[in-house]
């Protein structure tokens, strides 16, 4: 039997490669990531952290936890698998994007009477993306509005991109009952100058 902290450290029982990547909406993939129990791993982990705090210089705060922040090592080998299995995925569709590595991965928590929801933004990012790590709440769906799109009919460990900062102006939709949490995904814009 796998431990959290193998799972964690170790990136063990973590992949979930069962469906290939399809479109769900205008320029919004979906595709299978990780495994239920690496996500329920992963929010123990993050809540052991004790770091999910608002941040005020952010421009769209948000009760989060960098996995560098939970563990270097298992950020580092989410960066790795997802240069090498997720990115060739999004090439097909987006075929001049090129992988420079990932700016950041953040567990985010939603609650009631805490982080309840997050107003309309962009990312800062080349591409974004959302993994659903748990679904025992009500609300806070992802919500697409141009594109007519939430992210309520997800499974857990699922994955949905977009392209981050013109098109795709999101938000999460308040928290009702339960607490939620995902895994946002920035992977990194290309370095100004590179061909």
């Avoid at 949905?160 to 009702?176: E, F, G, K, R």
Wanted: proline fraction near 6%.
């Amino acid at each position: 039997m796998t431990t959290d902290l193998e799972r964690i450290l170790g990136y063990q029982d973590a992949v979930d490669s069962s469906s290939e990547i399809r479109k769900v909406a205008d320029e919004i993939y979906a595709a299978s990531c990780w495994s239920p129990e690496f996500c329920s791993a992963l929010i123990r982990a993050a809540e052991l952290t004790g770091a999910f705090e608002l941040n005020p210089h952010d421009p769209v705060p948000g009760h989060e936890v960098s996995l560098a922040v939970i563990s270097p090592k298992l950020f580092n080998a989410v960066e790795v698998d997802f240069g090498a299995r997720i990115w060739p995925q999004l090439q097909k569709q987006w075929p001049l994007i090129d992988y420079h590595g990932i700016q950041d991965v953040f567990v985010i928590k939603y609650e009631v009477g805490q982080q309840e929801e997050l107003r309309m933004h962009h990312d800062v990012a080349q591409v974004s993306a959302s993994i659903k790590l748990n679904d025992n709440y009500q609300g806070a769906e992802l919500q697409f509005p141009r594109q007519n799109f939430s992210n309520r009919e997800m499974k857990i460990g699922e994955m949905i991109a977009w392209p981050s900062m013109v098109t795709h102006p999101h938000l999460s939709a308040p928290i009702t009952g339960g607490i939620k949490y995902s895994a946002t995904v920035w992977f990194e814009l290309p370095i100004t100058g590179q061909q």
